[in-house]
């Protein structure tokens, strides 16, 4: 069946980076975008950024310009969030998406940003 | 950006009552790529509808959504146990695509 699956929950320090992996499967990847879409706790969806695995195209949010980055790996179906620079406000559920208008959604990761 | 209001923020309402919810964007939606999702504590949002008015696959009949430009509803005709949750409404035909603020559904 098609399922997206991200990986487990992280635990980073103030300053850190953190890399979020979601793998595809029950589909031709190339043909369906990916979304990126976190959620603070007890807040709502926030919309980070699409990427496009035919051709490796992203589009990010403005105001993660600069420390946010998509990529996608076609040849294991796997999609890859990274943030670098992470503070308290990062933490969060980060979950990806198939397509502009998630259809399909991976289970989400639990970012905690904590000195 | 094109930014998504939603209300009510909350509605309160009984089961197999008739749910009405709003959602406003300050510009207009490009072909009325708005989409509706449900989510329930602690899982991952659900596509209810897409294209403004299109039932995503396996969700029932009793989901409607309509609208155009810049004022969209979802509609829940009669609610089930099932249905109290929040909903979020987002657009994806111009980037940067945004997400309404939620709407919460909670039983009366």
């Known amino acids: 069946q098609v399922q997206l699956v991200q990986s487990g929950g992280e635990v980073k320090k103030p300053g850190a980076s953190v890399r979020v992996s979601c793998k595809a499967s029950?589909?031709?990847?190339?043909?369906?975008?990916i979304t990126w879409v976190r959620q603070a706790p007890g807040q709502g969806l926030e919309w980070m950024g699409w990427?496009?695995?035919?051709?490796?195209?992203?589009n990010y949010a403005q105001k993660f310009q600069g420390r946010l980055t998509m990529t996608t790996d076609t040849s294991t179906t796997t999609a890859y969030m990274e943030l670098t620079s992470l503070t308290s406000d990062d933490t969060a559920v980060y979950f990806c998406?198939?397509?502009?208008?998630?259809?399909?959604w991976g289970q989400g990761t639990m970012v905690s940003v904590s000195s | 950006e094109i930014v998504l209001t939603q209300s009510p923020g909350t509605l309160s309402l009984s089961p197999e009552e008739r749910a009405t919810l709003s959602c406003r964007a300050s510009?207009?939606?490009?072909?009325?790529?708005l989409a509706w999702y449900q989510q329930q504590p602690g899982q991952a949002p659900r596509l209810l509808i897409y294209?403004?008015?299109n039932r995503a696959t396996g969700i029932p009949d009793r989901f409607s959504g309509s609208g155009s430009g810049t004022d969209f509803t979802l509609t829940i005709s009669r609610l089930e146990p099932e249905d109290f949750a929040v909903y979020y409404c987002?657009?994806?035909?111009?980037?940067?695509?945004?997400f309404g603020p939620g709407t919460k559904v909670d039983i009366k």
């Open positions: 998406g198939r397509t502009r208008s998630p259809d399909i």
């Open positions: 029950g589909y031709t990847f190339t043909t369906s975008g």
């Open positions: 990427i496009n695995p035919k051709n490796g195209n992203a």
């Open positions: 510009q207009t939606v490009n072909s009325n790529y």
């Open positions: 294209g403004a008015s």
């Open positions: 987002q657009q994806y035909g111009t980037l940067p695509f945004t």
